[in-house]
């Protein structure tokens, strides 16, 4: 009520504070409450792949055209949501999702729309859609303009900005809540996931004539739970198997006596990859609407295809063979869904990271994500009291149901089912405690000598003289972190330090200062890009940016190989 009485009075200061207030409450509810169920990946994956056969993106003039949209598509079936989003902030393009009561009434939708005469263009069918504005023959009756039911969101992607961040995180009242609310605030969220799953389902149903059982299924972080908003998208496309649900698929293969003619492969099989990926790259760029600015990184050690989708305002990356990076993803899922504190403290980390340059979204000789979040996850096994369990634990609980193979014959199988693995962790440290225990942890470690493994939860004896070595879980010959430079490596030991005594004085006064003042505390002194008088030696030798257009250029033709390799380059 009190919030309704700010929206019809144009309140915003008293929304705020309500807003505030509510989250304020929320939060330590959440704190308090118990875990929530867990849910499979391969069911979390089915179902958003089925929500996104129910929906459709409609471009429209803004918000308020939402009842007049709404009434017009109420007659194809039921909408069970509607999300608003703009593609950036401040500008005109506004869209709406619309989530029907099944995937019949979307094509329904679909099929009805029309392609306007008087602009040219490829006449493709794809769930991105624009509301035509009602021509003076077609007046609208008052009806049209009103409508009981509401968006559900109103700019769904946009982001919260640094200030207002650092104003929400300055509010709360102790540090755990500051790492809760930094993992809320800016994770990826329902609407990130949903418009994710569209842009894989329009990859999919492209395809889907020649090779009806084509899956385009994302992975990485945009489903793994470690995503941020505005995250890009990694997307695995598979012409003729079922990643999921491969066994079914196997059985049919066995049984059937009627067979496919199909089309003898002209080389081995990353060459074949290469040229599909080749032809794949021109399809998406002359025939998918939305699809713009394709490239085809083809020579790297996973050939992939990037592109902006520009109804998504999404960067995806595109491959054909990066099965165990998908079945990676599902073990970062698993280990985000084991602990609740796992996902808040690897974005305090990650952001920790990014502000101190550690990490930098262009590829190379620096710290990635992935990496980052494997030594968060390897801190959390190797502990006294483990939060996690290792891999080899999660390989021995596998059932036959586990078991997955890739074409090149590396074993990703793993207990899948959370009920049957029977790891239960003791440690009931605070997420603030298990933060600054891990800068500590890694002020200590060995990096000249010791390789951290996840699947021993234990550091090994480095098998080679790379700076940084973390085995790579699932091909364990490889090293995930090749990439990092003997530079680098020295900066993330001076920075862990660094952030290791920041916060060491934070944790012994865990509660906001009480002095009415709105300056920063707690975990927003890590985020403190370097102003501080601390002399740091790596001032001297920061990162080069290698700019995305050093790299490729915005046409579709192939790029040669770089020496600095797309993803997994070194691996
Ligand atoms: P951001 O893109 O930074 O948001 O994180 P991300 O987790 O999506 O990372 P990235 O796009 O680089 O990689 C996508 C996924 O591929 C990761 O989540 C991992 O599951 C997997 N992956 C990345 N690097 C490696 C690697 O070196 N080895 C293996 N096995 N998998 C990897
Ligand atoms: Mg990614």
Known sequence: DPIMHCLMRNNTKHL???????????????????????????????????QATRSIVVQVQSEKSFPELYNYCASFGKILSA??????QDDDQHYILLEFGSAEEASAAISS???????????????????????????LKAADQTTEAKLAVIGGTTMLDNNDLNDVLCEASNLDQQIFHLHQKTQLNDLGVRLRFLAALQVKQAVSGIFPNANAQPFGSSVNGF?????????????????????????????SRLVFH?????????????????????????????????RRILQARVPIIKYHHEHLNLEVDLSMSNLTGFYMSELLYMFGEFDERVRPLTFCIRRWAQTCGLTNPSPGRWISNFSLTCLVIF???????????????????????????????????????????????????????????????????????????LNEGRSISKPDHSALYIVNPLEQVLNVSKNVSL????????????????????????????????????????????????????????????????????STTDTPPTSVDYKNANV
């Open 16 to 50: 705020l504070n309500w807003s505030k207030h509510l989250s304020r409450q929320c939060t330590s509810k959440a704190i308090i409450s118990e875990p929530k169920e867990k849910l499979l990946y391969n069911d979390m994956l089915q179902r958003r792949q089925q």
């Open 83 to 88: 999300h608003h989003y703009r593609i950036h």
């Open 113 to 139: 729309s029309a392609y306007n005469d008087e602009l040219s263009g490829v006449p493709a069918h794809s769930p991105f859609l624009w509301f035509r504005a009602t021509s003076s023959k077609r007046t």
């Open 227 to 255: 995503g941020r908003m505005g995250c890009d998208l990694d997307l695995i496309l598979r012409f003729d198997r079922e990643i999921v649900g491969a066994a079914a698929m196997q059985k049919r293969n066995n049984e």
């Open 262 to 294: 199909t089309k003898e492969n002209l080389t081995n099989g990353r060459s074949q990859t290469q040229r599909q990926m080749e032809s794949l790259g021109d399809m998406l760029h002359l025939f998918l609407p939305g699809v713009c600015h394709v």
């Open 379 to 453: 801190f959390l096994q190797q502990m006294k009291q483990p939060i996690l369990p290792t891999i080899n634990a999660l390989m021995k609980s596998a059932s036959p149901d586990d078991i997955r193979l890739t074409e090149d014959g590396i074993n990703c199988s793993f207990g899948r089912d959370f009920e049957r693995i029977s790891f239960r962790s003791r440690n009931t440290a605070k997420s603030s405690e298990l933060l600054l225990q891990f800068f500590e942890f890694y002020s200590q470690f060995d990096f000249h000598n010791r390789a951290i493994s």
């Open 487 to 554: 530079e680098e490596c020295e900066r993330l030991r001076i920075e862990v330090r660094n952030a290791a005594w920041v916060l060491e004085s934070e944790v012994e006064n865990p509660s906001q200062p009480d002095n009415g003042t709105q300056s920063p505390w707690g975990i927003l002194h890590l985020f403190k890009t370097n102003e501080k008088a601390v002399i740091r030696p790596h001032m001297f030798f920061k990162p080069r940016m290698v700019e995305v257009s050093d790299l490729f250029d915005d």
